[in-house]
């Protein structure tokens, strides 16, 4: 069974930092890109951060350029979003979601993890 478990969530204070994991269980991550997103009460979810399959080419969004980098190990099978300077406003649960294109008619497959939450204390 294909599965994404996130880990690393918790309570942190203004300005600090964490470090968001996603394994991949029953697959290899290598052939997927890797999408982070995230929900905050009330809001529809974000996209934040993705990171191609060989780990060369990434992209934020505008509200954590420069504060969150994401990476991955593909040896390792897991993918990291290392957030710092971390703001009340950056609250929500955050999800990763693997994705790719596959075979002659282009199916697409798409993996996702149940969430880590997230609290910036105000």
């Known amino acids: 069974q294909l599965a994404l478990v996130e880990s690393g969530g918790g309570l942190v204070q203004p300005g600090g930092s964490l470090r968001l994991s996603c394994a991949a269980s029953?697959?290899?991550?290598?052939?997927?890109?890797i999408v982070w997103f995230r929900q905050a009460p009330g809001k529809e979810r974000e996209g934040v951060s993705c990171i191609s399959r060989s780990g060369q080419s990434t992209n934020e969004v505008d509200s954590v350029k420069g504060r969150f980098t994401v990476s991955r190990d593909n040896a390792k099978n897991t993918v990291y979003l290392q957030m710092n300077s971390l703001k009340p406003e950056d609250t929500a649960i955050y999800y990763c979601?693997?994705?790719?294109?596959?075979?002659?008619?282009?199916?697409?497959?798409?993996?996702w993890g149940q969430g880590t939450q997230v609290t910036g204390a105000s």
């Open positions: 029953g697959f290899n991550l290598d052939a997927y890109l």
């Open positions: 979601d693997a994705g790719r294109y596959y075979g002659c008619a282009r199916d697409y497959q798409e993996v």
